[in-house]
């Protein structure tokens, strides 16, 4: 089952409690290594945390 409609939505891992967690915004900023993208999520067990892209891989399905 492919989902093509609902691109706004997408699903990662946290980091935190390696469950699927629902990204909620993502946005990027300027460090001193270089640009980073940064994901605000829910997941089960946290209200919401702050993570980067590369702490949070998209979770498949
Ligand atoms: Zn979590």
Same mark, same amino acid.
């Given at each position: 089952m492919t989902?093509?409609?609902?691109?706004?939505?997408?699903t990662v891992y946290?980091?935190?409690c390696h469950r699927p967690a629902v990204v909620l *915004?993502?946005?990027s900023l300027d460090e001193a290594t270089g640009p980073a993208e940064y994901l605000r999520i829910r997941c089960?067990?946290?209200l919401t945390l702050l993570v980067? *892209?590369?702490?949070?891989?998209?979770?498949?399905?």
């Open positions: 989902d093509l409609g609902d691109a706004m939505t997408s946290c980091p935190d *915004s993502r946005f089960a067990g946290a980067t *892209s590369d702490e949070a891989p998209p979770c498949e399905g």
